[in-house]
T-cell receptor, first 115, second 112 residues
Framework: IAGITQAPTSQILAAGRRMTLRCTQD?????MYWYRQDLGLGLRLIHY?????TTGKGEVPDGYSVSRANTDDFPLTLASAVPSQTSVYFC?????WGRGVNEQFFGPGTRLTVL | QKEVEQNSGPLSVPEGAIASLNCTYS??????FFWYRQYSGKSPELIMS????GDKEDGRFTAQLNKASQYVSLLIRDSQPSDSATYLC????????????FGTGTSLTVIP
């Protein structure tokens, strides 16, 4: 693995179903992020984690949950999917302890369609 | 009002010309900025970062930061068709120090 991987690449999901999007990084970055990208709205932060064991809410957290059991993995769960969660989801990571200003690097994305 | 604002375009320039992409930001955004390029169907990739007032050059790319005007720009010299993409401006939340605010992106087309 080099960088950030996401799975699945794409998924069609029935409304009401539970879904977990996976994200793994091998750069030993402390911080990880989940974004959704929608046409005309740009990238919006869903949840973030500054370090393993901690998580926080971003701009659009409702309907999503995350966990950070270790440095490498940051799964995003939709407990009961709704059509408005149809989007492209990007995971990102950065090496930014405290108030560092290091760049975020992105995974390839997951295209999710909720019917 | 979004914390980081960009003109969505589309912006079209002829091959070899200078493309100028602009971004403004609010007081909630700190003085560290990043430019990402995103090809259609792909993920954003970092092309430039700028932390200090003034210009920063990297090959054909120049980032400019004007803190007094809360304005950041990206100039692409000798534009190539391969530069055709959406360019995202991002700044860091002043309170958290590591959460990004992204603009909605400017679509650039370089015409051969």
């Amino acid at each position: 693995i080099a960088g950030i991987t996401q799975a699945p690449t794409s998924q069609i999901l029935a409304a009401g179903r539970r879904m977990t999007l996976r994200c793994t990084q091998d750069m030993r970055h402390n911080a990880m992020y989940w974004y959704r990208q929608d046409l005309g709205l740009g990238l919006r932060l869903i949840h973030y984690s500054n370090t393993a064991g901690t998580t926080g809410k971003g701009e659009v957290p409702d309907g999503y949950s995350v966990s950070r059991a270790n440095t490498d993995d940051f799964p995003l769960t939709l407990a009961s999917a709704v059509p408005s969660q149809t989007s492209v989801y990007f995971c990102a990571s950065s090496d930014s302890w405290g108030r560092g200003v290091n760049e975020q690097f992105f995974g390839p994305g997951t295209r999710l369609t909720v019917l | 009002q979004k914390e980081v604002e960009q003109n969505s375009g589309p912006l079209s320039v002829p091959e070899g010309a200078i493309a100028s992409l602009n971004c403004t930001y609010s007081d909630r955004v700190s003085q560290s900025f990043f430019w990402y390029r995103q090809y259609s169907g792909k993920s954003p990739e970092l092309i430039m970062s700028i932390y200090s007032n003034g210009d920063k050059e990297d090959g054909r790319f120049t980032a400019q930061l004007n803190k007094a005007s809360q304005y950041v720009s990206l100039l692409i010299r000798d534009s190539q068709p391969s530069d055709s993409a959406t360019y995202l401006c991002a700044g860091i939340d002043s309170n958290t120090g590591n959460q990004f605010y992204f603009g909605t992106g400017t679509s650039l087309t370089v015409i051969p």
